[in-house]
């Protein structure tokens, strides 16, 4: 028979003894290739489904031999439902697709049925938004956290370079792990707790957290150096919602980069309509902002919301016509010390290729 993509996934899920299923507004396809490299160094051969590549495995998932399945679960049209997770982790709530959802409340009202379906629920305890929904829970859960006291709580958070942190992450207060990151970012930090919590219903050990918070240097799309263009180095990143291209900003602001230049192609006209207060917010973060037009996606263009309008909040802003006038601006004004990062789930990775050459 021939089934939707998200039902097949649920047959998936079922497939494997132990299926690690991955929901949150943001962080999902690097927590998902954190744990999938967690397990594949383990020398478990796990099955994978992942919103971006993974060089380790070659590919965005695969089809292992072991007991394990690690699936990215995505909440658009509450696709997610289908699953049936023997741990389902819930990195945070955020206030997307609210084009589907209408309100917050029928959001979170997903998650707690995601949370339903998972015989263990792994969560963030310092999103506000999440722990209302596992507080409704009867279901065993696994916490984790840096401000509040949660199960897995990360603790002595140092950089070691700029941009990348090592910590120590405690266990119910006792030394479970010393974890180093081999990706940049505050918020990863996180991410790795999400993939220290899976240690024990997995049957793994700390260390194997360990080696692989060291060895997973990112999923394609994930804060990808992409490459030079006049010495200056180009980022490709999928940050499409203001909570995203926040902490990449943040991370790209910790490499003492001479200017962080943000090059941002919005998706969709209602995300932009519905959030351009927080979206101007955040790019301010930037030195420059470079505005490609509004990539409709599944969305047709009433006329109503243009680049333009956000650029209107941005003093400085420039807005360029496509792909290309986003390549010629880049070319034209980066030099030597700039980070150029492109925040898009568009298809402004085409324009990176331009800027380093590569089209």
Known sequence: PAVERSVMLGYVSRMYSHSVCVSGTHGKTTTTGMITTMLELAGKDPAAVIGGKLPLIGGYGKAGHGDDVVIEACEYSETFLHLTPFVGVILNIDNDHLEYYGTMGRLKMAFQKFALLSRTVVFNMDDRNTVDVVNSIDRPVLSFGINEEARFRAVNIQEYRPGFYEFDVLELGEQFAHIKLGVPGYHNIYNALAMCCCVRPLGLKPEDAVRAAEQFHGTGRRFE???????????????????????????????????????????????????????????????????LPIMGGREKDDGSVRSEDLAAKLPGSVVVSGLEGAADWVKKNAKKGDLIVCMSCGDLYKACDMMVGKA
């Open 225 to 291: 150096i992409k490459g030079e263009c006049n010495g200056a180095v180009i980022v490709d990143d999928y940050a499409h919602h203001p909570t995203e291209l926040a902490a990449t900003l943040a991370t790209a602001k910790e490499m003492g980069y001479d200017r962080v230049i943000a090059v941002h192609q919005p998706f969709t006209y209602s995300r932009t309509k519905m959030l351009m207060d927080d979206f101007a917010k955040v790019l301010r973060a930037a030195d420059q902002v470079v505005l």
